[in-house]
Structure formats: structure tokens, C-alpha cells
């Protein structure tokens, strides 16, 4: 277990539609990542968020948005979902400050989403 | 940008087989390397990383990988491989501004009993 929550872990949504996945960091971790793992484009960095702030964006759709609330858990949101969303969704979390530090990272289970 | 190639993209192998698999990464400064494993169905787990000093770092399993910083590579291996080392290995690299890792693209390990 490495301490990083995801729910749900499977989710199954129609073209067009909205959803939210959530992601609980480890106790005490500040910095949120979010990835995207799909066949064909493999693992793919999205998002940062340290302590509230966004710090780096990787490969996100416009359509995608992600915050980090003050109990620093944080949610991506995914909308006007398309079938090449489908994808299994990693969280991950580091105990990294925004300037550096040992930036290793810790991954939840993943939650997988289906579009059909 | 940095990148991360993995070449092998599918190794099959016996039980106590030699694994050695292969990354290399394109960023010309200071690098963190890391491999992590994905056992089916699960999330992934750190195997070993490398932040700085002795470039052969052991990790877990018994697995351990190189540093090469005149080739760019951090291949990972472990001389004698089981059956539940069956994953999917990736490597990944953090480098430059910001904290996140570039990954390749997977090599998935099948260990024949």
C-alpha cells in the first residue's frame, strides 16, 4: 500500500459526459501529480499541484482541469469526454517542495475509465 | 524537452535467466533516475532510483541498475529472475524545472516457470 488513495477505481461514462476522479496524497505530502496511462501513448504526466498551487502542466487537454483543496487532496476533472479518454488515471504524490528536493514519487492504485 | 526510450518492449524469459533492460534518456544536465514496476492490476512501485554518488544503486528484489552518464542510460538488472518478477517496468527520468517524470515506454517482463 503505498499510502496514495484513488475512487473510484473503475468508472464507465458515455461520450460527452463529465467526471471526477479523486486522489488522496500520503499523510503529510504536499505535492499532487496526475497521469495518464493509455495504450497508446503510454504514461503521460498531466498535471502538478504543490500545496494548493499549480506548478506544472504536461500534456492536458483544455477539456481536463485539476485543483488540489486545502486538505490537500485533490480532483481531476474530465469533461466532454470523448472514447480516446479512456485511459487508467494515476495519482501520485511526493513529499518535494515546489523548488526541489527528493522528488520521489508514491502511486494510488489508478482509477480506470471507460468512455463508451 | 527530455524523452525516455526503452527498446525492449516485450522480453520473455526462463526462470533464473539473467534480465537486463535497457533505458536510456536525452537531457543534457543533472538527472534523477528512477524504475518503477507495475505487477498486474496494480499501481506502480518504486524498484530503485538514482539521485547522485556510486552510479550502481541497488534497489528491492534484488534488482539493481547502472548509471552511464557518458551513454545516457540506467539499465536495470537482476541476475536471476523468478516467476512473479512477471511486470511491466518503466523507466523514468526527472530533470530540469519542475518535479515530474518523464516515463518511457514500458517493457513488459514474462517469466516462464
Known amino acids: 500500500d503505498s499510502g496514495v488513495t484513488q475512487t473510484p477505481k473503475h468508472l464507465i461514462t458515455a461520450t460527452g459526459q463529465r467526471v471526477t476522479l479523486r486522489c488522496s496524497p500520503r499523510?503529510?505530502?504536499?505535492?499532487v501529480y496526475w497521469y495518464q496511462q493509455s495504450l497508446d501513448q503510454g504514461l503521460q504526466f498531466l498535471i502538478h499541484y504543490y500545496n494548493g498551487e499549480e506548478r506544472a502542466k504536461g500534456n492536458i487537454l483544455e477539456r481536463f482541469s485539476a485543483q488540489q483543496f486545502p486538505d490537500l487532496h485533490s480532483e481531476l476533472n474530465l469533461s466532454s469526454l470523448e472514447l480516446g479518454d479512456s485511459a487508467l488515471y494515476f495519482c501520485a504524490s511526493s513529499a518535494t517542495t515546489h523548488s526541489g528536493g527528493t522528488p520521489e514519487a508514491f502511486f494510488g492504485q489508478g482509477t480506470r475509465l471507460t468512455v463508451v | 524537452a527530455q524523452s525516455v526510450s526503452q527498446h525492449n518492449h516485450h522480453v520473455i524469459l526462463s526462470e533464473a535467466a539473467s534480465l537486463e533492460l535497457g533505458c536510456n534518456y536525452s537531457y543534457g544536465g543533472t538527472v534523477n533516475l528512477f524504475w518503477y514496476v507495475q505487477y498486474p492490476g496494480q499501481h506502480l512501485q518504486l524498484l530503485l532510483k538514482?539521485?547522485?554518488?556510486?552510479?550502481l544503486v541497488k534497489g528491492i528484489k534484488g534488482f539493481e541498475a547502472e548509471f552511464i552518464k557518458s551513454k545516457f542510460s540506467f539499465n536495470l538488472r537482476k541476475p536471476s529472475v523468478q516467476w512473479s518478477d512477471t511486470a511491466e517496468y518503466f523507466c523514468a527520468v526527472n530533470a530540469g524545472a519542475g518535479n515530474m517524470l518523464t516515463f518511457g515506454g514500458g517493457t513488459r517482463l514474462m517469466v516462464k516457470p
Open positions: 499523510s503529510g505530502d504536499l505535492s
Open positions: 538514482y539521485f547522485s554518488g556510486d552510479p
